[in-house]
């Protein structure tokens, strides 16, 4: 059983900028996905930014360009970094993961291993 364990959400005014990680209890597996799901209140989870051990990748087009998803493999974690924020990012933000598997989906119904959330929002 995998654990993911995120941090770094807070409050950040409009234009600013965070950066969340996610450790991973274990990434031993022959290949993955990992990926940045959020979830805004009243709406469905949406896919964020997702990337393989295989150095893919993949942003959600609403954050291209303002959002980079990045991993330490040395430290289990990932990471992702947020700016020039909007109103429209606020939500609770999950890290998952599927092993055994590398296809960079944005989908969450693809990933089997989830993290409890860490809150973004983002105000003026």
């Known amino acids: 059983q995998v654990q993911l364990v995120e941090s770094g959400g807070g409050s950040v005014q409009p234009g600013g900028s965070l950066r969340l990680s996610c450790v991973a209890s274990?990434?031993?597996?022959?290949?993955?996905?990992m990926g940045w799901f959020r979830q805004a209140p009243g709406k469905k989870r949406e896919g964020v930014a997702v990337?393989?051990?295989?150095?893919?990748?993949k942003h959600a087009e609403s954050v291209k360009g303002r959002f980079t998803v990045s991993e330490d493999d040395a430290k289990n974690t990932l990471y992702l970094q947020m700016d020039k924020v909007r109103l429209e990012d606020t939500g609770i933000y999950y890290c998952?993961?599927?092993?055994?598997?590398?296809?960079?989906?944005?989908?969450?119904?693809?990933?089997?291993?989830w993290g409890q959330g860490t809150q973004v929002t983002v105000s003026s």
């Open positions: 274990e990434l031993s597996f022959r290949s993955y996905s």
């Open positions: 990337v393989n051990n295989y150095g893919g990748a």
């Open positions: 998952a993961l599927r092993s055994r598997w590398a296809g960079i989906s944005l989908d969450p119904d693809d990933y089997e291993y």
